[in-house]
């Protein structure tokens, strides 16, 4: 069975600076993969960056970048240059190679102020 | 960006009622997923769906559930007789993308009253 773990349920960052969310996982799968969805007030889920097992690059996209530890076992979630637009839960999710389905954390709600 | 819509965006109900939630993707998709998300907790996978069969269910998907794919198109999630707890945000979703990531619909949330 898959957990994912995010201890942080709430968190305040000042506009234009950076924030770190923290995701752990456990697993006993070799292959992997890991997610971070966005989800502001209005509900959807939005699909944010993703990281492979087996990748040995951290994942960028755009203003967010996954500092993905495996032996920690961990897929920290950072989003530079913080905007308004960026207040929302942020939740981590993990796939195992066999199948599609996500197994999500507890999520974060991010609050920035201006 | 790939789509889906669901309908309607909000149910209310009674308890013991059944209610029928749907999701239309854009394009054609071979694996779709239904999740729950209570108010304020994490999401929830409930059921996937393979080549118009379900492939894997959770604990939560009980005699309850059931989801059909009547016209090819259209998928839908149907909760026989509706309970207090079955009060929730549900989505659907499809795997797609560079990373066979899943995309979600807006979701449907159900009021059980």
């Known amino acids: 069975a898959q957990k994912i773990t995010q201890t942080q349920p709430g968190m305040f960052v000042q506009e234009k600076e950076a924030v770190t969310l923290d995701c752990t996982y456990d697993t006993s799968d070799q292959s992997y993969g890991l997610f971070w969805y966005k989800q502001p007030s209005s509900g959807e889920m939005i699909f944010l960056i993703y990281q492979g097992s087996y990748d040995e690059q951290n994942a960028t996209e755009g203003r967010y970048s996954l500092n993905f530890q495996k032996a920690r076992k961990s897929a920290n979630l950072v989003i530079s240059a913080s905007q308004l637009g960026d207040s929302a839960m942020y939740f981590c999710?993990?796939?195992?190679?066999?199948?599609?389905?996500?197994?999500f954390g507890a999520g974060t709600t991010v609050t920035v102020r201006a | 960006e790939p789509e889906v819509t669901q309908t309607p965006s909000h149910q209310v109900t009674q308890m013991g009622q059944e209610v029928i939630l749907r999701c239309v993707p854009i394009s054609n998709h071979l694996y779709f997923y239904w999740y729950r998300q209570i108010l304020g907790q994490k999401v929830e996978f409930l059921v996937s769906?393979?080549?118009?069969?379900?492939?894997?269910k959770s604990e939560i998907f009980d005699d309850q559930f059931s989801v059909e794919r009547p016209d090819g198109s259209n998928f839908t999630l149907k909760i026989r007789s509706t309970k207090l707890e079955d009060s929730a945000m549900y989505f659907c979703?499809?795997?797609?993308?560079?990373?066979?990531?899943?995309?979600f619909g807006p979701g449907t949330r159900l009021t059980v009253l």
């Open positions: 979703a499809f795997t797609g993308g560079e990373y066979n990531e899943q995309f």
């Open positions: 769906f393979y080549n118009n069969e379900i492939s894997e």
């Open positions: 999710a993990m796939r195992s190679h066999n199948d599609y389905k996500l197994s």
